[in-house]
């Protein structure tokens, strides 16, 4: 038996009074894209950076990569990448510069940063700082910064933000290539037709909670409303 990707046992998560997550579990298999779905507030962007050791879990526990979230934070993130809402980009730094920044840490070669450039369309602003570009340029350079890293496990928290059609192409083709290598894709999105015909399998998430899980093929009659 294969070792799961995911293995998620009865996480839950408070803020306060509220729970954001509630009893969650659920695995994920290997060169797997499993799409998260649900309203704002169901909880998605919590499990996310619960599995990414951003944030701890205050009951249950999980496992990212083959590593426990809690005991064994580095190596989560060392195999994992997340793509949230904050972009987490050098401002003052060129393309190219924020790039090498990554490339230096993970220490591995500079030669890949024009190439994955040229791949998200910022080869022409590669020596551009990040404070001229829009919004969407700035989630191209996130994309480019997820490739970089080579991960086992992928959290994309609404990737399709802020992107124009063609940049919704390129989602669509990065989370193929991602699984094409073998890493294992979660994405969260309230894109729910386009989710559904790249993902594998899709998780609904309501109040925290799982309310269902099954063949992406199948969650449009699972939809949830906003």
Not at 3 to 23: K, Q
Not at 42 to 61: C, E, M, N, Q
Request: charged fraction near 25%.
């Amino acid at each position: 038996m294969h070792e799961l990707a995911i293995d998620v046992e009865r996480v839950a998560r408070r803020y306060g009074r509220r729970w954001a997550l509630a009893d969650v579990t659920f695995q994920v298999a290997p060169a797997t894209v499993m799409m998260v779905a649900g309203r704002n507030g169901a909880g998605k962007s919590t499990l996310f950076r619960v599995l990414a050791t951003a944030i701890r879990p205050d009951y249950g526990k999980a496992r990212v990569a083959g590593f426990d979230v809690l005991r064994e934070r580095e190596d989560v993130r060392r195999h994992t990448a997340l793509l949230s809402h904050y972009n987490y980009l050098y401002d003052s730094l060129t393309a190219r510069e924020n790039l090498a920044v990554v490339a230096d840490h993970l220490r591995t070669g500079r030669d890949r940063v024009l190439p994955l450039l040229d791949q998200v369309g910022l080869a022409a602003r590669a020596d551009d700082a990040v404070s001229t570009f829009s919004a969407g340029m700035r989630k191209r350079l996130s994309f480019a910064r997820v490739l970089l890293q080579d991960p086992r496990v992928v959290l994309l928290d609404e990737p399709y933000g802020a992107l124009d059609p063609a940049g919704f192409d390129l989602v669509d083709s990065v989370i193929a290539e991602l699984k094409r290598n073998g890493a294992t894709v979660l994405m969260a999105t309230h894109q729910w037709e386009r989710g559904a015909a790249l993902a594998d399998v899709a998780l609904v998430l309501e109040g925290g909670k799982v309310a269902w899980m099954g063949p992406a093929g199948e969650v449009m009659g699972h939809e949830v409303r906003a």
